[in-house]
């Protein structure tokens, strides 16, 4: 079995999206939700929320097979991706990034940067050129993320939400 000082190190390492059953990777899922909960809302996430979470990433794996990724490097999952379309008021067909995580160990190295760049292409082949997605406004290190790959913000669709938590709206528009 595989150990952490196993992990890959290399800079610049050679990333494989694919699609994902989560129900194989429970764990990751679990730790990769527990993290961003805490990130975004400050507190610990529930049982009954995380269940959401699995049934919601069942669901969007249901609906396309394509819809849920991981990033992977070797054997190692490194990143999760969890996209979902959805209609908006009076506009077209738009993407909704529901969930981007890549795992501690594997920061920094582009990962994210891959999922985001999936994304881009998985929308464009479904005719869609623009996704969304909400950022705690605490979650500085995500923000940094998101404007150095392309989002803008839309602060007039900010939100509040649970906790009292404020999140940011960010748009990112598909080029031809
Ligand atoms: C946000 C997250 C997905 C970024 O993934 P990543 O693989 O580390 O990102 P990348 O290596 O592709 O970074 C691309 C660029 O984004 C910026 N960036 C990424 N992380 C950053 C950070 N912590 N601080 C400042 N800028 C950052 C940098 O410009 C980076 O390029 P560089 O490393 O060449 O400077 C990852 O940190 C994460 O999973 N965080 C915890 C979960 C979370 O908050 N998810 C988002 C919820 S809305």
């Given at each position: 079995m595989s150990t952490s000082s196993e992990i890959p190190q290399q800079e610049n390492p050679e990333i494989l999206i694919r699609p994902i059953d989560i129900d194989r990777y429970p764990a990751f899922f679990t730790a990769a939700h527990r993290e961003t909960f805490r990130l975004t809302f400050g507190s610990e996430i529930t049982d009954e929320f995380l269940e959401k979470e699995f049934a919601r990433t069942r669901a969007a794996s249901a609906g396309d097979v394509n819809a849920v990724v991981g990033a992977f490097i070797d054997d190692w999952i490194a990143g999760l991706a969890i996209l979902e379309t959805r209609s908006r008021a009076g506009a077209a067909q738009a993407g909704w990034i529901h969930f981007y995580y890549v795992a501690p160990s594997f920061r920094r190295r582009g990962v994210g940067l891959q999922l985001v760049g999936y994304s881009a292409e998985y929308y464009r082949a479904l005719g869609i050129n623009k996704f969304f997605l909400r950022v705690g406004e605490d979650n500085l290190s995500a923000q940094a993320f998101y404007l150095n790959t392309g989002f803008y913000r839309?602060?007039?669709?900010d939100i509040i939400s649970l906790n009292g938590v404020k999140e940011l709206m960010m748009a990112f528009d598909i080029g031809k």
């Open positions: 839309i602060p007039e669709e």
